[in-house]
């Protein structure tokens, strides 16, 4: 059974949603992750993850650092 748009076209829809909603150019879009997504426009499963801990940001934010 096939989907009814498939993965490539949803991806088209999407990146035309995020440069008119956000104007994010094309990179910046492909080189978000999907959680990023959907914490931008709230999407249900957006809301059901728990925020980061003080501590988890700060080893993002370290590991970041250090490549």
Request: net charge negative.
């Amino acid at each position: 059974m096939s989907e009814p748009f498939p993965f490539t076209e949803q991806a088209r829809r999407l990146s035309g949603l995020v440069v008119r909603a956000l104007g994010w150019p094309p990179d910046q879009f492909w080189n978000a992750t999907p959680d990023e997504l959907a914490a931008i426009f709230d999407w249900p499963e957006a809301r059901a993850q728990m925020p980061l801990s003080r501590n988890e940001l700060v080893a993002l934010m370290e590991r970041e650092r250090n490549g």
